[in-house]
């Protein structure tokens, strides 16, 4: 168990709906990372939050968007869903060790399927 | 952009065979090294980690050294078990820049008794 939770589990939704997955880190670090897990494109960074602010920005589309509150869970907001969003999306936190280097740990993802 | 480079799977071997997944990548400053693994229906769990040239991450039995001069993160263990059975990512991070992680393709191993 890494600490890193994430619900739902499974997502089962059709196209054209909303939904919004959600990440709490290990308890201590401030940093969030979402991913996404297809088979097509393998594991891809989407986006990062530190302390409630936006730090660094991957292959995210428009459609998507995330948030980190005050007390420091995530939400990743998926819309207007596509056949192609079908996917597991991960969500990291980090451990700092030291010198700028970083270890993240995954919780065990959200699958969405998207019908 | 940065990138990394692991060997087509899958990889089928008997149990206490050697094991080798080669990485390579393409990438510039100081990095993070790592090797994830996925066992089925779960998550990423980090396996091993190097943080500068010619260290060597080890756990579990599995070792990687960091070979800057080959710009290679090569995955060894000398007796795979059936428990090995799983998915291996390589990824990289740049130190001090954004720490996201880029990953390899994967490479699915299957161990046989």
């Known amino acids: 168990d890494s600490g890193v939770t994430q619900t739902p589990k499974h997502l089962i939704t059709a196209t054209g709906q909303r939904v919004t997955l959600r990440c709490s880190p290990r308890s201590g670090d401030l940093s969030v990372y979402w991913y996404q897990q297809s088979l097509d494109q393998g594991l891809q960074f989407l986006i990062q939050?530190?302390?409630?602010?936006?730090?660094a920005k991957g292959n995210i589309l428009e459609r998507f968007s995330a948030q980190q509150f005050p007390d420091l869970h995530s939400e990743l907001n998926l819309s207007s869903l596509e056949l192609g969003d079908s996917a597991l999306y991960f969500c990291?936190?980090?451990?700092?060790?030291?010198?700028?280097?970083?270890?993240?740990?995954f919780g065990p993802g959200t699958r969405l399927t998207v019908t | 952009g940065n990138s990394v480079t692991q060997m087509e799977g899958p990889v089928t071997l008997s149990e206490e065979a050697f094991l080798t997944i080669n990485c390579t990548y393409t990438?510039?400053?100081?990095?993070?090294l790592f090797w994830y693994v996925q066992y089925p229906g779960e998550g990423l769990q980090l396996l091993l980690k190097?943080?500068?040239?010619?260290d060597k991450g080890s756990n579990k039995g599995f070792e990687a050294t960091y070979r800057k001069e080959t710009t290679s993160f090569h995955l060894e263990k000398g007796s795979v078990q059936v428990s090995d059975s799983a998915v291996y990512f390589c990824a990289l991070s740049v130190q001090g820049g954004s720490e996201k992680l880029v990953f390899g393709k994967g490479t699915k191993l299957t161990v046989n008794p």
């Open positions: 990438a510039t400053g100081y990095l993070s």
């Open positions: 990291a936190s980090s451990v700092d060790m030291g010198q700028g280097a970083y270890e993240q740990y």
């Open positions: 939050y530190y302390n409630g602010e936006e730090r």
């Open positions: 190097a943080t500068k040239a010619d």
